[in-house]
């Protein structure tokens, strides 16, 4: 991943109130799992501190921009179109070629929350499941970006942090600065 054009996630859908954890977590996972920013769509943007404050704490980069737009966002983009969908094409069959568009492209991946406009799927240049089973946004943002970088997400080393979390066989240890 290092060098690689960036990736970026766009979060469609978010319903107040039901969806504001989801939608912090859709946020929080494109952080720790290697994508460059999330981007929240309409009333999505209520989470953007929650998000931002995680950053602040315990490293970046990450950027949370926020769209009144999601579609226009997707015509804008240039550059590939990842929707997760459950009735999309099986990730392990897809992945080698999004890969590969990667080395020279941003990527926008999207997900959604309630059911995701047709636009959405027409404007994709893949609309991949993980698994052709219904699940959640979270769980298929977190395979695909590790499917996307192979692993090295995990290696990854975290900028201008307040808290380094130092692993432990057992306990907690943070380490503040
Ligand atoms: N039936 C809804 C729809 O129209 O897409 C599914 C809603 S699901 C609760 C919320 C989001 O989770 C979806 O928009 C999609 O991004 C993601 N998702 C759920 N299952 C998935 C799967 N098997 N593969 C990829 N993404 C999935």
Redesign the pocket.
Same mark, same amino acid.
């Given at each position: 991943m290092q060098d690689t054009p960036p990736v970026a996630v766009l979060r469609? $859908?978010h319903r107040p109130g039901r969806d504001e954890r989801m939608t912090t977590h859709v946020g929080l996972t494109a952080r720790a799992l290697g994508a460059d920013r999330v981007v929240l769509a309409k009333a999505g943007a209520s989470r953007s501190g929650t998000i931002e404050d995680i950053t602040d704490r315990f490293g970046g980069p990450f950027a949370v921009e926020t769209t009144d737009s999601p579609i226009g966002y997707l015509n804008d983009w240039d550059g590939p179109i990842v929707?997760?969908?459950?009735? $999309?094409l099986p990730v392990q069959e897809v992945e080698d070629e999004i890969r590969d568009a990667h080395e020279t492209e941003p990527i926008l991946v999207?997900? $959604? *929350? /309630?059911?995701?406009p047709w636009d959405v799927y027409e404007e994709a240049d893949y609309n991949? $499941?993980?698994?052709?089973?219904?699940?959640? /946004?979270v *769980?298929?943002l977190a395979v695909f970006l590790d499917r996307l970088f192979e692993g090295e997400e995990l290696d990854r080393e975290w900028k201008d942090a307040d808290r380094h979390v130092v692993p432990q066989e057992a306990g907690k240890r943070v380490d503040e600065e």
């Open positions: 469609l $859908g929707h997760l969908t459950m009735y $999309g999207v997900v $959604g *929350a /309630e059911k995701v991949v $499941g993980v698994t052709n089973q219904p699940h959640s /946004e *769980a298929s």
